[in-house]
């Protein structure tokens, strides 16, 4: 499928403004769907929308079916008839301002939820019962695994918080029976929680009712929303526990092997995610069914996909499960193009985006190409003073160097620094070589200096993005308004501060809007 020229941003919903102190589905997400259209923007990309864990990461998430309740607005709620307003009065504890703190807003914001949802089954109107059981009944592949094993794991992890045991994880501490999704003791759970299964339910009714709307809303704009889901899910979700066979598991449960990325220059251990990894001969056998009601899930909430980590599809780092670290892995081929000639056969031809970034093989390569996806550019990952010394400007992520149209330009990822916090940290070899390349000049170091803390190079390399000739040019919020490194969302192998950041009421400026409207029109990303 060729992607035509368009232009966006990198916003997730949970960045946005909100006085439930974490972004929401409500009044800030139409905003900014009405900021993109002034921007003369068509392209909206969030990160994984799941529900979230230990870690508050979207690619962990406890199921890659299902929706963030947290994103759910109480304020739309309570409009519909759906919430007793006195119910949803936020908490003295929760900010209104500033980073999301997930802990205090899990703590408030769950039982809210359940309040609304059995609000919800005693008042709904019989024609909003129906659209709930609609729901119900069409999602009920995944609905119905995911909330009995959420009822399940509420009721374990209270248990262990009670005893004082370290890990909850149903392979290490729920009774063998639940741990190994027997149908019996599965129905038999199910029958006796059925009260508090239903609510979880209707939360997830909540949700796909307002995400829904929010799409609609965003597609009659003329903009296309581009979902994320990473290759692998986590060990602690209802995906891996309700489809056991699918993965490579013993007879407990637990992993044999976990996913993870070898030694390298930059980690001499390498990095050990932990993920379970697929048993593909398996789901090969299934007809890949599983991955296929994935993808068709994704595509029922967004219009566009990006698949993080790519390469793992041609080859994936197996590390024994009880590992310290990543050393003694090893590359296992994966599914390769029999997988995505599986999909496309039931799904169609699909507008989907490869994260192909890091040490890429020319096996990946071809595997990309034959798939006829569309790879990523990233700017930051462009200027390596060494490099230059060694080859001259050669690096693949130059835009000069672009071998296809048929790419995603971003200046940064949600794993980068801001753009303007990746620009004042440059060493100053750097930093001059960056001013040079963007402006097409010398440049001296003084000068270059000037132009960070003035916010020019930072424009200069977003109008870079846009003058590529990669298909699509889609630029984090954070780089857009120049916000500095506390806006980070993410800096990987770390934990507590991330996910965080929230963009001020005051972002959404016209004159910002009508920068990045120029940059569209005078670049032909409007097609």
């Known amino acids: 499928m060729d992607f035509s020229r368009k232009s966006g941003v990198l916003l997730h919903p949970t960045s946005l403004p909100s006085k439930e102190g974490i972004g929401t589905l409500g009044e800030y997400a139409y905003k900014f769907v009405d900021w993109l259209k002034e921007a003369n923007q068509s392209l909206w990309q969030i990160l994984p929308l799941g529900p979230t864990g230990y870690g508050d990461s979207p690619y962990a998430s406890f199921s890659t079916f299902a929706g963030n309740p947290l994103l759910i607005d109480l304020t739309y709620l309570e409009k519909k008839g759906w919430a007793n307003k006195k119910d949803i009065v936020p908490a003295e504890y929760i900010k209104k301002d500033g980073p999301v703190d997930f802990g205090a807003v899990v703590w408030w914001k769950m039982p809210v939820l359940k309040k609304c949802a059995q609000f919800f089954l005693d008042n709904a109107s019989k024609e909003d019962t129906e659209l709930y059981k609609k729901f119900c009944k069409e999602k009920s592949s995944w609905l119905n695994k995911f909330t009995c094993f959420m009822s399940i794991k509420q009721f374990y992890d209270s248990k262990a918080q009670n005893e004082n045991v370290s890990s909850s994880i149903w392979y290490d501490f729920w009774p063998k029976e639940l741990a190994t999704c027997n149908e019996i003791a599965v129905k038999e759970w199910e029958k006796s929680h059925s009260e508090e299964i239903e609510i979880l339910k209707v939360i997830q009714f909540f949700f796909d009712y307002q ?54 220059y930059f980690c001499a251990d390498g990095q ?138 971003y200046t940064g990822t949600h794993d980068n620094d801001t753009l303007q916090g990746w620009l004042e940290n440059l060493n100053e070899e750097n930093l001059v070589l960056v001013a040079k390349y963007i402006l097409g000049q010398e440049i001296s170091l003084e000068k270059a200096k000037k132009i960070v803390k003035s916010g020019e190079l930072r424009k200069a390399m977003i109008k870079t993005a846009f003058a590529s000739v990669g298909a699509y040019a889609i630029i984090p919020m954070q780089d857009i308004i120049g916000i500095t490194n506390e806006g980070r969302m993410n800096t990987p192998s770390t934990t507590g501060a991330n996910w965080a950041w929230r963009m001020n009421k005051t972002d959404l400026k016209t004159s910002t809007a009508k920068e990045l409207a120029f940059l569209s029109d005078m670049y032909a990303r409007n097609m």
């Open 272 to 409: 050990l995610w932990g993920n379970p990894i697929y048993d593909w001969d398996k789901m090969k056998l299934n007809k890949y069914s599983w991955w296929i009601n994935r993808i068709k899930r994704i595509f029922e909430l967004t219009d566009v996909l990006r698949i993080d980590h790519f390469r793992g599809f041609e080859a994936y780092w197996s590390v024994p499960f009880g590992e310290k670290t990543a050393i003694n892995g090893k590359w296992v081929k994966g599914p390769g193009i029999d997988l995505f000639n599986t999909i496309k056969k039931k799904l169609g031809d699909l507008p989907i985006i490869a994260e192909d970034l890091g040490v890429i093989t020319d096996e990946v390569k071809k595997l990309r190409n034959d798939c006829k996806f569309p790879g990523m550019k990233v700017l930051q990952f462009a200027f390596s003073i060494d490099e230059y010394k060694s080859n001259g400007m050669t690096n693949y992520f130059l835009p000069h160097n672009f071998e296809t149209t048929q790419c995603a330009v």
């Open 211 to 264: 995400w829904n709307e929010l799409k609609e809303y965003a597609n009659q704009n003329e903009i296309k929303l581009i979902g994320d889901i990473p290759i692998f899910v986590a060990p602690d979700s209802a995906d891996v526990w309700a489809n056991q066979e699918e993965f490579q598991l013993d007879k407990d449960g637990r992993p044999a092997c976990v996913a993870g990325v070898p030694p390298d």
